[in-house]
């Protein structure tokens, strides 16, 4: 049994940071890739970015390579996305998701996923 829950978000200005936070219940968390997508209106769930158990591999979309971080503290059961130099097309709700053995960029892979938690870029 495993929950997700998402926080961090907000309203932030073009070119500002922002850190999401995604909080796991259940002792199976260290076992489990961890990945962060987003969904904008009228658009598809997309791949943000991704982490293993043990944090040595991590990956990203293109949109967001280079400003964008993915991290996550075992110990606490959390995993984070270090937003950096938002821009207005990174609005959108942010969504946790977790599945056991792999990191994968797919959305159909996670078997758990968060509520999920808005993020609004201001031009």
């Known amino acids: 049994q495993v929950q997700l829950v998402e926080s961090g978000g907000g309203l932030v200005q073009a070119g500002g940071s922002l850190r999401l936070s995604c909080a796991a219940s259940g002792r199976i968390f260290s076992n489990y890739g961890m990945g962060w997508f987003r969904q904008a209106p009228g658009k598809e769930r997309e791949f943000v970015a991704s982490?293993?158990?043990?944090?040595?591999?991590?990956t990203y979309a293109d949109s967001v390579k280079g400003r964008f971080t993915i991290s996550r503290d075992n110990a606490k059961n959390t995993v984070y996305l270090q937003m950096n130099s938002l821009k207005v097309e990174d609005t959108a709700v942010y969504y946790c998701?977790?599945?056991?053995?792999?990191?994968?960029?797919?959305?159909?892979?996670?078997?758990?996923w968060g509520q999920g938690t808005q993020v609004t870029v201001s031009s």
């Open positions: 982490i293993s158990g043990n944090s040595i591999i991590t």
């Open positions: 998701a977790g599945a056991p053995g792999t990191w994968a960029r797919s959305r159909f892979e996670y078997a758990y």
